[in-house]
């Protein structure tokens, strides 16, 4: 087919469309009527006006919600900001607490610069396994760590030992107790062996079971149980490791190594103020000889 013949086709095509599009045209017109078809013209643009003006009240009231969204999310922002401020005031306070240990018998030179308090019972599996520890830390720091033992006892049946120490503190020899308890495990809670260890260490025997028998240790007991209570023990053993005398660089070296010590081990750790006394963190749980060298070596010592 030739570029004519070509032309001539489309020419066709073109008259046959606009014959149709006529015809469509005036059957409109006989079925609907002049006036038929210029009604319905008009309801459509009656119709688009209406979708026109119904958009524009869809985009306003989008509008309106973006801004209480921006409202809502700018005082939701403020109250994030103050409640981290207030998280971080709390963070940043340190409570003072009286430890109480006045009356307690201490084990090393009292004028050591730090102290470790514990607070155990004799019948703790975790207090015994922990004890090996503790004499590591005594034998490692010397003369720049003593100790004071807090009784705080869980289980009823393990009384009997605590008062037992006491009993030998009436007769000098209370950590002599402590640690001969401590070796035997939860074998030497008991009467009989209690008595053997007195023997042992040469107490006065009739003074020491008299005293092992009687009430005259339930009030220093409850005192101790009460005392630990006020400083958040709520079970054995926790500790505290303190300074026995304020430093400031001390107390920012403690916030950071209680943050590391929660975060190596999952436990409660905080840093206290000892009443009369310096910084210290407060812990539970019978950690790892390095969380204990990590708190003592956290203290400027001048």
């Known amino acids: 087919m030739n570029e004519k013949q070509g032309l001539e086709g489309q020419s066709v095509y073109i008259l046959a469309s606009s014959l149709i599009i006529g015809f469509l045209i005036l059957g409109l017109f006989g079925y609907f009527g002049f006036d038929g078809i210029t009604q319905a013209l008009k309801e459509s643009n009656a119709i688009q006006k209406e979708n026109l003006e119904l958009q524009k009240e869809i985009?306003?009231?989008?509008?309106?919600?973006?801004?209480?969204?921006?409202?809502?999310?700018?005082?939701?922002?403020?109250?994030?900001g103050q409640n981290l401020e207030q998280k971080e005031q709390v963070k940043q306070q340190i409570e003072k607490i009286d430890l109480k240990l006045q009356k307690r018998p201490i084990k090393g030179d009292p004028n050591a610069p730090i102290t470790l308090v514990s607070y155990e019972e004799f019948q703790c599996p975790f207090c015994i396994r922990n004890y090996a520890v503790l004499k590591n830390l005594e034998k490692k720091y010397g003369v720049k760590l003593n100790f004071v033992h807090m009784n705080f006892i869980v289980h009823e049946s393990a009384k009997l030992s605590a008062v037992a120490v006491e009993c030998a503190g009436e007769q000098g020899k209370y950590y002599e107790m402590f640690d001969k308890i401590f070796e035997g495990g939860y074998n030497n809670t008991f009467e009989e062996p209690l008595k053997n260890i007195a023997k042992e260490l040469g107490l006065d025997t009739k003074k020491f079971e008299t005293c092992l028998k009687g009430t005259t240790k339930d009030a220093t007991l409850q005192e101790?149980?009460?005392?630990?209570?006020?400083?958040?023990?709520?079970?054995?053993?926790?500790?505290?490791?303190?300074?026995?005398?304020?430093?400031?660089?001390?107390?920012?070296?403690?916030?950071?190594?209680a943050q590391q010590i929660i975060s190596s081990y999952g436990t409660e750790a905080k840093v206290i103020e000892v009443e009369n006394k310096g910084y210290g963190i407060f812990f539970v749980g019978a950690l790892p000889q390095e969380a204990f060298e990590q708190v003592i070596n956290g203290f400027e010592i001048s």
């Open 59 to 80: 985009f306003d009231l989008q509008k309106k919600y973006a801004g209480l969204l921006d409202q809502q999310t700018q005082a939701n922002e403020g109250k994030t």
């Open 224 to 257: 101790q149980q009460n005392a630990g209570r006020e400083l958040g023990v709520a079970g054995t053993p926790s500790f505290v490791i303190f300074q026995n005398k304020k430093n400031e660089k001390s107390k920012e070296n403690l916030q950071k190594i």
